[in-house]
């Protein structure tokens, strides 16, 4: 496997070298700072409340195995009382193993809603072999989500994506739809009933690879329909890969730039009046055009090649 290929976690640098079981001390660290990580986001975007009902969308890969791990951590000791509900759709793929999931709520003693709707032969019917079959088998999925909250009188949908979706997002939409948007943290649900939040928006995927590996969670493969991951995508997080490896503290940066958005020094006449700007108007960060850029100290490969540029000025 060439670098550039290689998943996330393989790319991280390795934060303990000790043996990870679920009693081990590194295992223990990770899953508190896993918890940390959750429980800051629900805190910042002020994701659940007291009275929520929180359904979990529990796909059987390791991101919401683990988001409703440590959703369920973290109502042991919340200060608020709150419902979750596990809630899984069986979209009838071949080889789908129906069993796995039922047993393993059981298991953890998590209520559950397991829904069977065969959308995966609508797809095959509908979508000509050979493309893409994932943006309508996504709208599908994402109504049957909607009722299926309605019916269990949920407030909340969690979905397990974390830091690492929500930047390839970003980057898919600026150079393939010539858009800045990611995913947010929080948002209102298409059909504007219920409030969709991402809880594990702080979490590496390296760091919920490690949790679930140590965890032993029984995955389920996320290929059954046959559909291959969107090229462009694939191409995202190779970028992503590289500059994990070459430019340590980049992408971290990268996370913390969209909760820094300064709106006067982008381009947008909607988000800032360009038009009714004056001598008078009080702008964010000032007038920094002729000023060499603020160097976040993250990124000393960037600091070097800035320093060396202006030296050769
Ligand atoms: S990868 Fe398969 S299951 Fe996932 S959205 Fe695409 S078609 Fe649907």
Redesign the pocket.
């Known amino acids: 496997m060439s670098a550039a290929t290689a998943p996330l976690e393989t790319l991280a640098p390795a934060v303990d070298a000790g043996p990870e079981t679920r009693h081990s001390n590194t295992f223990l660290r990770l899953k508190k700072k896993l918890e940390r990580s959750v429980g800051e986001a629900i805190g910042d975007y002020d994701m659940i409340g007291d009275g929520d009902t929180v359904m979990v969308c529990i796909s059987g890969g390791k991101d919401s195995y683990t988001l409703l791990s440590c959703l369920l951590a973290l109502r042991e000791r919340a200060p608020v009382d709150f419902r979750i509900v596990a809630m899984n759709l069986d ?1 009838k ?1 071949p080889g789908f193993p129906d069993h796995i999931l039922p047993a393993y709520f059981e298991s953890i003693g998590v209520e559950y809603r397991i829904v069977t709707e065969d959308t995966y032969s609508i ?1 095959k019917d509908k979508i000509p072999e050979g493309k893409t ?2 943006s309508l ?2 709208r599908l ?1 994402r109504g049957i989500i909607y009722r299926t909250a309605k019916e269990i009188g949920a407030t909340r949908i969690a979905l397990g994506h974390h830091r690492d979706d929500i930047l390839e997002t970003l980057f898919l939409n600026m150079f393939f739809g010539g858009k800045i948007k990611a995913m947010p943290p929080k948002l209102v649900s298409d059909d504007g009933n219920h409030v969709v939040i991402r809880p594990l928006a702080y979490c590496t995927e390296a760091e919920i690879a490690r949790f679930a590996r140590a965890m032993d969670f029984p995955i389920i493969p ?2 059954l ?1 046959g ?1 291959q ?1 969107n090229a462009q995508r694939k191409q995202i997080k190779a970028m992503l890969q590289g500059w994990a490896r070459d430019f340590p503290g980049r992408i971290e940066s990268l996370a913390t730039s969209l909760k820094n958005v300064v709106p006067s020094h982008l381009a947008d006449q909607r988000l800032f009046d360009f038009t009714g700007l004056t001598q008078q108007t009080e702008v964010e960060e000032g007038d920094t055009a002729f000023d060499p850029p603020e160097l976040p100290r993250l990124v000393p490969q960037a600091v070097r090649i800035v320093s060396r540029l202006q030296d050769a000025d």
């Open positions: 979209q793929q797809v079959t994932c088998c996504s999925r996320c290929n329909c559909s991951e």
